[in-house]
């Protein structure tokens, strides 16, 4: 962890992680079934709100311009190291897309800008062994996907939601946006991503949450 990381320790915090782990242990919302998602929109056991709700644990780091860098690394043909005016020298596209949250919570059309997975991949170019992507936020907080679930075109490194800078109390400076997968996969205060050959699951993963974490296929956890 970096010097600059708010390291997730607390009472209350302990308590909220408590709480989401006895979800995990009960199955709590499950509906045990699944939806094909080019024909529901709304997946299995998902509720509609128009509103953002916040989820994290609790800790909101302040992440300036100045303190801002993004590191790009592990088994790549470049490294990068960025700042954000480095960041944001990067092609920039807008894109539309869904959200949805394992606490049961999705909300349509998404309005974003930012950088797209794919033009990072263009960038970096991650040697052929590599098979995961780990991303590690301002808080602490981890979290881990697959090389094809990153390589997609509606992932993106975001910085705007409906034409306004990403609060901090939603991740900002940058905060990753995976769409097809659960919330959770989408770290806040994004800091570093990482390739890998080898799996790390991050910090739900490791306290009951799915490693893929589908909403189509309910893969809440496991
Ligand atoms: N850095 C960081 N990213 C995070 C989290 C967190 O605690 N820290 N929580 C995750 C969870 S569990 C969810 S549901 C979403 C919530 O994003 P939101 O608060 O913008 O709705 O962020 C995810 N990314
Ligand atoms: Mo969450």
Redesign the pocket.
């Given at each position: 962890m970096a010097d600059d990381d708010i390291p997730?320790t607390g009472a209350v915090r302990d308590k909220l992680i408590e709480r989401?782990q006895d979800w995990a242990r009960e199955g709590r919302l499950l509906t045990g079934t699944s939806a094909d998602p080019t024909r529901e929109r709304l997946p299995p056991g998902q509720r509609l709100v128009r509103d953002?709700?916040?989820?994290?644990?609790g800790a909101q780091p302040q992440v300036t311009e100045q303190k801002f860098r993004l590191d790009v690394d592990g088994a790549v043909e470049n490294r990068l190291s960025l700042n954000l005016s480095e960041f944001m020298a990067l092609p920039q596209t807008e894109s539309v897309s869904d959200?949805h949250?394992?606490?049961q919570w999705s909300r349509y059309d998404n309005h974003w800008k930012g950088v797209a997975a794919r033009d990072l991949l263009a960038v970096v170019q991650p040697k052929p062994e590599v098979k995961h992507v780990i991303f590690t936020?301002?808080?602490?907080?981890t979290?881990n996907i697959r090389l094809e679930q990153f390589d997609q075109p509606d992932v993106f490194l975001v910085h705007q939601w409906e034409g306004q800078p990403i609060s901090r109390?939603?991740?900002g400076p940058v905060?990753?946006l995976v769409p097809r997968l659960?919330?959770?996969?989408?770290?806040?205060?994004?800091r570093r991503i990482h390739f890998t050959i080898s799996d790390h699951p991050g910090?739900?993963e490791v306290r009951g949450y799915h490693n893929n974490g589908d909403p189509w296929l309910e893969e809440r956890y496991g």
């Open positions: 997730i989401k953002w709700p916040v989820l994290d644990l959200m949250c394992v606490t936020a301002y808080d602490g907080y979290t109390e939603h991740g905060r990753m659960y919330l959770w996969k989408s770290a806040k205060w994004l910090f739900w």
